[in-house]
């Protein structure tokens, strides 16, 4: 007896184990294998059977769920190739979806997800010194301020500093400008990295006066040294100046320096040491970045704690030039990302979402219309012994199939569209050149796809597989959707109109923040000048006589030709690279100080540029090398240190030297910036106070050339002037100052132009659902419409009961639309420029579109319901 | 002598080579009808208790060859004593081919193994 209840309990436990077999199986063979379960449970034993029956349940389960699948696919592709119009479009409409989701995904994966290169990257954080007062947040760190922090932060395993500085490799082959970068010994202790070959830099070869070292980075190493680890213990010759090679750093290095003074974007191939002169500093002089390490188990915000007190300390050690100074910390990760590109890439990997959501929905709709009009050979295949399980797994197995076919092209459409990406994303974006479709990203390619299947075909599948028998076959394969099929399909074409709807509105937000932002007021006159950069060797140009008299021989040379209207030198130029100091200016020794931005330039500047004077005189030659020195400010600056009298005349604190105000000019936008370019349009003028060249002679310049014909065409003269005074300098960076400030536009662009493409094909797959449905609904009421003609109804009216039904639904979305909008935009705020995120013009003209082209989507279908003949109609029946 | 390898017709020809399940089951089949567990016993001892047939390869099996047209299920039980409730299956012409054109090609196989000396004594 009580083998007889373990035999049974035996039996039923594994008839449960057997449900991992396809149902069918199950139903077929369930009882045959549990019998014999019990005829071999009389003769062996429970333990070795029990083995035997799950090693075997492992071993065939799969196989004959994987028979299963086949069959459906085998039959969801012959069905599907009965209708290859409407296979085609679902197969777009998803690749379109899954295609711009996973080309979006693969650039936040490449910006923003994967972590740093360094080991323990959440523990690298970067200092900057923060002054709001003087508009001067996240700014870069005095050397000796940083000095004072390595000596004391504790919450600090090491610091490393850092600064942009180019350089002009000669030697073999033609003279190559580089990007690159001076670091402090500790950059490696602090990065967690060794070099690839050779050794890092020690802090004794920081020391002024030690022998000329350098590091070359991986890529130049690779390119210019075809990856010969010979090259380490060679010299090389750098800025002409001989540097002994000692050590390759690894690619990870390259996010030092990035985004720097004077990279514009490229990433640094050649280090030397920084070293700091403490005898030489000043400490108001904000010139380098600093990178640290907390100590295991620091948190950040008692790191920002100690670097709050011991700026506090520092601002009373040094008021002069500490005061209203603090320190910020972000994790290394935040400070390389661009602010403004995360919230821009969030967006559009939202929208982007949604135009995955309406792709599904148009998708759904198709199927849920086949599965309707499948009613019948569903009702066959139940008649003759398919369960609803069975029936939903082979619905579900077709639309998964659909979605995996349109994924893989929309794979392919992502590998395209991500080369475009990367050719319109701003060049000064981390990790710009990861971006790629990798394994990562196609595994997510693949679940989105695998979701949309899911997301679009389990609903018509629940929905196709309750069929009611005896009527569907009665119904001769006619079909009919019933309310509630109805009421899906209604609600599907809302939900995408209000999708639609709101990516439009946050399309057309970004379009109008993108046409201000671009009719802004720059306060110089961008066209017809071509900028270039010239960077003088300290070992040829030793002194600011023999600099001044180099920059002088090219200013002549360059004004004497008959195509230049003006030519200038300038630290920087307006959005281009260079180093941007800054500095405090004050009326007087111990009045007020405002931070302002230090531009060093000749006297054509001005001209060159198409800067207003607004008041006093522009650089000349009275402003020579022994003269006192002068100053010319900005407007801002003017108005703030002497509001009530004319600043001309006056005397100019400027970092605790004295200058001459000489003139007054206009506030010019793109001087003031934090990466290798100057600041984003959207950003307010900042103060400025114009030095004379003359006087403060610079060996790295940016060559402003204003032209009466095309820019590019005056390089060449340039290239051969630059040459006639010495051959030895490579002319580089030469672009118009047009692409400059395009080039300070290219997120917004990029965000612009990408939600705009996500909000138009939104629209358009809205449109094409809204089609669908009505025209599906005018097939389904041919008869109803012989009737009401039979009766004596207008075509016209007709026409207008159809387009009325779509553009109800229409009006249901689009209002749902603009409140989800209304309620959500705020979160873009900080992408719009000068709009607000409930502009009221915007919403109305976003609506006005979805309206019209759903109108027009209503009114094809509509139409042909007036064209039905009547006796056709009723005879069809 | 020379052995004749049977010709198949119809979609027989790509079932061949046969797994040894199926082989097993035909010739299982091949003189009595059997049911799921007869079949498991009648293997096992041919092949000495080498080849024991698990329940899921056997129904998977089975299922395949039903399919196929290898094997039908009968109505009839072969003797008064037999099970009513189970399932009895009996082979077909073409599971009898197909059988035979699988123990034809091992033949040929051993033939060859054999006249290059690669077969050990029992064989």
């Known amino acids: 007896m009580q083998s007889e209840t373990r035999l049974t309990l035996g039996a039923r436990l594994y008839r449960r184990l057997l449900r991992l077999y396809p149902r069918e199986f199950q139903e077929e063979y369930g009882a045959e294998m549990a019998r014999l379960y019990r005829d071999r449970a009389k003769d062996e034993g429970v333990l070795g059977l029990w083995l035997d029956l799950l090693a075997d349940v492992v071993r065939t389960a799969p196989r004959e769920q994987l028979t299963v699948l086949m069959q459906d696919i085998r039959h969801s592709f012959r069905l599907f190739s009965r209708t290859p119009i409407v296979t085609a479009t679902a197969l777009v409409t998803i690749a379109l979806g899954v295609g711009g989701s996973t080309a979006v995904f693969s650039v936040v994966h490449a910006v923003m997800l994967r972590p740093l290169p360094y080991p323990a990257p959440d523990r690298l954080v970067e200092l900057f010194e923060d002054n709001p007062r003087a508009n001067r947040p996240m700014f870069r760190v005095s050397a000796l301020n940083y000095l004072s922090w390595t000596e004391r932060a504790t919450s600090m395993e090491a610091l490393a500093a850092f600064a942009g500085s180019a350089a002009t490799l000669t030697g073999d082959g033609e003279p190559e400008r580089l990007a690159g970068g001076t670091i402090t010994a500790s950059m490696f202790g602090v990065l967690g990295l060794r070099p ?179 009613q019948r050979e569903l009702a066959l295949r139940t008649a003759l012994g398919a369960g609803r399980s069975r029936l939903m797994r082979q619905l579900v197995t077709e639309s998964v199939s659909l979605a995996i076919a349109g994924g893989a092209c929309g794979l392919v459409l992502a590998v395209f569209a991500v080369q475009t990406m990367r050719v319109m994303l701003p060049p000064t974006l981390t990790r710009i050149d990861e971006i790629a479709v990798d394994a990562t990203v196609l595994g997510v390619g693949l679940c989105l796809s695998l979701a949309s299947g899911l997301l679009m075909g389990l609903m018509p599948a629940l929905r196709a597989s309750r069929v009611a028998l005896a009527p569907s076959l009665a119904q001769q394969g006619k079909g009919v959707a019933g309310p509630s099929g109805t009421v899906v399909r209604h609600a599907i074409v809302v939900a995408q109109m209000a999708l639609a709807t709101m990516l439009l509105v946050g399309a057309a937000l970004l379009l109008q923040s993108f046409v201000r932002l671009q009719h802004v007021r720059l306060g110089f006159d961008p066209d017809g000048v071509i900028t270039a950069r010239v960077a003088l060797p300290r070992a040829q140009y030793p002194d600011a006589a023999r600099t001044a008299g180099f920059w002088r021989q090219l200013l002549e040379s360059l004004d004497g030709m008959p195509q230049i209207q003006s030519a200038a030198i300038g630290m920087t130029a307006p959005f281009g690279p260079g180093v941007r100091a800054g500095g405090t200016a004050r009326s007087r020794a111990d009045g007020e100080g405002i931070g302002a931005v230090e531009h060093i330039v000749s006297p054509g500047y001005l001209q060159a540029l198409g800067i207003p004077l607004l008041a006093g005189r522009a650089f000349g030659q009275p402003d020579g090398a022994g003269s006192p020195p002068v100053a010319i400010v900005s407007d801002s600056v003017a108005r703030r240190l002497w509001a009530d009298k004319s600043p001309v005349g006056q005397t100019l604190d400027w970092n605790g030297r004295h200058h001459e105000v000489v003139g007054v000019v206009g506030d010019i936008r793109g001087a003031d910036g934090r990466g290798c370019c100057g600041g984003g349009l959207d950003r307010e003028p900042s103060a400025a106070v114009y030095l004379s060249a003359i006087q403060f002679p610079q060996r790295t310049m940016t060559l402003l050339v204003r032209t009466t014909g095309e820019p590019s065409a005056i390089v060449p003269a340039i290239a051969r002037a630059v040459r006639e005074i010495d051959p030895a300098q490579p002319v580089y960076q030469v672009r118009r100052l047009r692409d400059w400030l395009d080039e300070s536009t290219a997120q917004p662009r990029f965000t612009t132009t990408l939600s705009g493409a996500f909000a138009l094909v939104a629209l358009l797959l809205a449109a094409v659902g809204v089609y669908g449905v009505l025209s599906y609904s005018v097939s389904q009421r041919t008869r109803e419409i012989g009737i009401r003609m039979a009766l004596g109804a207008q075509q016209q009216k007709l026409t207008a009961m159809f387009v009325r039904q779509g553009l109800w639904l229409t009006g249901v979305g689009v209002a749902i639309g603009l409140t989800s909008a209304f309620l959500t935009m705020r979160l873009m705020s900080s992408l719009l420029f000068n709009v607000s995120p409930m502009d009221p013009e915007t919403y109305i003209i976003a609506s006005t579109c979805v309206v019209a082209i759903a109108w027009l989507a209503c009114y094809l279908p509509s139409r042909r319901a007036a064209a039905v003949d009547p006796t056709l109609a009723l005879r069809s029946e | 002598m020379a052995v004749m390898v049977r010709r198949l017709t119809g979609e027989l020809p790509r079932l061949l080579p046969l797994p040894q399940a199926v082989f097993q089951i035909l010739v299982a089949l091949a003189d009595q009808d059997r049911h799921g567990y007869a079949i498991m016993q009648d293997v096992a001892a041919r ?77």
Not at chain 1, 244 to 263: M, N
Not at chain 2, 62 to 88: C, N, Q, S, T
Request: with cysteine; glycine share 10%.
């Open chain 1, 196 to 374: 690839l070959a050779g050794r890092g830099f020690r802090p004794e070869d920081e020391r002024p006066g030690a022998e000329r070292v350098a590091l070359i980075a991986e890529e130049l190493w690779r390119r210019r040294f075809g990856g010969n680890a010979e090259i380490v213990g060679q010299s090389i010759t750098l800025n002409g100046e001989r540097h002994q090679v000692i050590g390759i750093v690894p690619r990870a290095f390259r996010e030092v320096g990035r985004a720097q003074i004077d990279s514009a974007g490229g990433s640094p191939q050649i280090f030397v040491p920084l070293s700091i002169d403490p005898a030489r500093e000043n400490r108001g002089n904000h010139v380098i970045r600093v990178v640290g390490r907390l100590r295991p188990g620091v948190s950040l915000d008692r790191a920002r704690d100690e670097m709050g007190r011991i700026a506090a300390a520092m601002e009373q050690e040094f008021p002069a030039t500490n005061k209203d100074w603090g320190v910020r910390l972000e994790t290394l990760y935040d400070s390389m990302l661009d602010e403004r590109a995360r919230p821009s890439l969030l967006v559009l990997l939202a929208a982007v979402g949604m135009v995955l959501l309406i792709a599904c929905a148009n998708v759904a709709n198709v199927l849920l219309a086949r599965g309707i009009s499948r």
């Open chain 2, 47 to 123: 092949t000495n208790g080498s080849l024991k047939l698990s329940p899921g390869t056997l129904y998977g099996s089975i299922k395949r060859m039903l399919e196929d047209g290898l094997i039908v299920e009968v109505d009839a039980r072969p003797g008064p004593d037999e099970d009513e409730r189970r399932r009895y299956y009996r082979i077909t012409h073409s599971g009898r081919d197909i059988a035979q054109a699988e123990a034809d090609r091992l033949t040929v196989l051993l033939r060859q193994a054999r006249a290059v000396g690669l077969t050990s004594k029992r064989a």
